[in-house]
């Protein structure tokens, strides 16, 4: 049948995203799925017996805009017990539906036609989209290789009277590098005096190795009060398909947040924010995710020592990236598709990370799996 054309595209170049290629074409060859960020084992059955005490309870009708008052509050009290910040659960905390809502809410609640949003490459693939959506300008840095780290020298150079926000991802997906204390005096440095808001992205502040501490914005009272700090329960607890995070922002930040976030979602699953509020007044369930995700993250890059890969070391998150210039000269894009195909194996090229495609023939590896998984993943890698 034949369509008028009654659409001009918002987002003319983008399509189906990587993650969902990559898994589907696991799928399809029966290959070991380390390409998309889940776990292949299961969450915490207290925290299903929780779920499903607050369903039979009844608890499965809205949930107030903002979230539940008893839920905020106790990550009021996370947040100021973990980075020494005060936040009013009232008015300062926001239940989202995932992380990626909050993104996108936030940047839909601040930026303008031809404002400027600074991002550091390679980086997570809803912050483009959501910019160019909203009207905005993405201006892309690169992080410095070999240890993806941010050159501030380029960032001040990059600031303008257009620049609207700066996003950062920390711990870092794809790469797995965190920021340092030093980081954050720089961004707090060319910032002060500005009306440039940050977006921190901390997903995975509680996915962190080798003894580092999570720098979140929080710390830096200079940097908190232009901040929105976005938050994952998905990630932390092993549930991604329950899709459900939150948002931190100062007063003035936050209600613009939920001006948006009221017309977006409105709210979010009742009976999983109940049992949350539930789960979380034991700090053991998140303050040992470090520990937990380190050995599998040990457990990985010692099972694969036998192999041709180049290993880029891992700070946070539960990704590894592994170069394989020793072992072919081939796109990533190409390479990521054949290991699938004819090992069994599936991963993530990072070139789609950039917005050039740039191709450093590195490959991101989800590590959050059975040691099972993971050793017969390294069994494969081994043989290539």
């Known amino acids: 049948m034949n369509y008028p054309n009654l659409i001009n595209s918002k987002l003319p170049n983008v399509g189906t995203t990587i993650f969902t290629i990559m898994s589907k074409l696991a799928t399809d060859n029966n290959a070991i799925n380390l390409s998309q960020g889940f776990p292949d084992f299961e969450c915490s059955e207290e925290m299903i017996s929780l779920v499903n ?165 929080a710390r830096f009272p200079f940097l908190a009060e232009r901040s929105f700090i976005i938050s994952s329960f998905g990630k932390t607890f092993h549930t991604t398909g329950w899709k459900l995070g939150y948002c931190v922002a100062p007063k003035n930040l936050m209600a613009e947040f939920r001006k948006v976030h009221q017309f977006l979602v409105f709210s979010c699953n009742t009976p999983i924010q109940y049992a949350l509020t539930e789960y979380l007044k034991e700090s053991e369930n998140y303050l040992s995710l470090g520990n937990f995700y380190q050995q599998k993250r040990d457990y990985f890059i010692n099972a694969i020592k036998g192999s041709k890969l180049n290993l880029i070391p891992a700070a946070g998150t539960y990704f590894q990236l592994l170069s394989y210039k020793n072992i072919s000269k081939e796109k990533d894009t190409d390479y990521a598709i054949r290991l699938t195909k004819e090992f069994g194996i599936a991963s993530i090229p990072i070139s789609v990370f950039y917005h050039e495609q740039e191709d450093n023939h590195v490959l991101r590896f989800c590590f959050a799996k059975k040691e099972e998984t993971l050793a017969k993943a390294a069994e494969i890698l081994n043989k290539i």
């Open 53 to 217: 005490k607050h369903m039979k309870a009844g608890n499965n009708q809205y949930a107030p805009m903002p979230g539940l008052i008893g839920l905020r509050e106790i990550l009021a009290q996370k947040t100021e017990e973990l980075y020494g910040a005060k936040y009013d659960p009232d008015s300062e905390i926001t239940i989202t539906a995932g992380a990626t809502q909050a993104i996108y809410t936030a940047i839909s609640a601040v930026v303008r036609e031809g404002d400027e949003v600074i991002i550091f490459e390679p980086a997570y693939d809803c912050y483009q989209p959501a910019i160019e959506l909203n009207g905005g300008k993405t201006v892309y840095m690169q992080l410095q290789s070999p240890d993806y780290t941010i050159d501030w020298e380029k960032v001040k150079k990059m600031i303008n009277h257009h620049t609207k926000m700066i996003i950062i991802n920390t711990p870092h997906n794809p790469t797995g590098s965190v920021m340092s204390v030093a980081d954050m005096i720089m961004l707090e440095k060319i910032t002060k005096g500005t009306d440039i808001i940050i977006l921190s992205d901390e997903v995975y502040e509680h996915i962190i190795f080798d003894n580092q501490q999570h720098q979140s914005v």
